[in-house]
């Protein structure tokens, strides 16, 4: 653990709609913790989680990239054009080669799509990390390869190919976190897409959870606030609430994926038994406590 380092890597951010993302909720709630434009779409950031772990470079998801064409883009909210966690990856000395491993908590295109090369007119779908071993759950591999007509959208029938074809695909379960190394944990969610794997890190100050669309930002942790995506919005909110009290006795902290400008707090709950987040950050860089 003494050499372990845990970076916040922007990716390609979004604009998405605001009553897709909360689900329920009233614009009357959520616009207070998010505002929306004209067209009633928030912002949102699709973040990385570097982790340098005694001399291996381990990546949690990819962002939705940039491998939309543009009529694509404009209609998914991408806001960049070119692919900015390789960006990212570069400040920090990196290229996608680099990367050992690549650990994708289900393969919706705004958390896989950055394994995709950017778009260019003519030019095939290119697969980056040539060098990484891909870690998906059996379960949301499942789902991504024969979806429900529900969330059939959201998957990348070419990226699913080209995973496969690369030999470099680890399907696994929750209870085989050995790709990674020790020190690692996985816990699986179902009430967002089947399967979601969600990986616990152990730092020396308690564990950080890569909290990927179980929780996709700080407003969300709030348990009854869900989105209008999740599968089971209900039992999504028990599946947090189990998680949330094992964190919360380990003095756990959350990573979050798609909040715009929040990487990182540490779970807490107020004397009404509410739960909330203390200690926040909006960047991370090379962590190790």
């Known amino acids: 653990m003494a050499d372990r380092a845990i970076s916040a890597l922007k990716g390609n951010s979004q604009r998405l709609d605001g009553g897709a993302m909360f689900g329920n909720a009233p614009r009357e709630v959520w616009s ?20 340098r ?67 260019s007119d003519g030019a095939e779908p290119e697969l980056l990390f040539s060098n990484a071993r891909y870690v998906v759950s059996q379960t949301a591999w499942d789902r991504a390869t024969a979806p429900h007509a529900r969330d059939r959208a959201s998957f990348v029938p070419i990226l699913n190919r080209l995973l496969e074809e690369s030999g470099r695909l680890a399907l696994v379960d929750r209870d085989d976190p050995s790709h990674l190394g020790s020190g690692f944990r996985f816990h699986v969610s179902e009430g967002h897409t089947p399967g979601l794997l969600l ?33 089971h ?47 926040t950050t909006d960047a991370v860089r090379d962590l190790r406590a």
């Open 199 to 231: 990986t616990e890190v152990d730092m020396p100050s308690g564990p950080v959870l890569f909290a990927a669309d179980l929780v996709p930002g700080s407003a969300w942790v709030h348990l009854p606030i869900t989105m209008g995506y999740d599968r």
């Open 32 to 51: 207070r913790w998010i505002e929306p434009d004209g067209r009633n779409r928030i912002p949102l950031a699709c973040r990385s989680m570097l982790v």
């Open 53 to 119: 772990d005694a001399g291996r470079v381990l990546l949690f998801e990819a962002g939705v990239g940039a491998f939309f064409e543009p009529r694509l883009r404009e209609r998914y909210g991408v806001v960049e054009p070119g692919h900015v966690l390789r960006e990212s990856l570069a400040d920090e000395g990196l290229s996608d080669r680099d990367v050992d491993v690549v650990v994708l908590s289900h393969l919706h295109f705004d958390h896989a799509g950055g394994l995709l090369a950017a778009w």
């Open 233 to 279: 919005p209900e039992l999504l909110v028990d599946e947090k609430r189990v998680l949330f009290d094992d964190l919360l006795r380990r003095r756990g902290r959350l990573f979050f994926t798609h909040d715009p400008t929040i990487a990182l707090g540490r779970l807490a709950r107020d004397d009404r038994g509410r739960y909330g987040l203390v200690e």
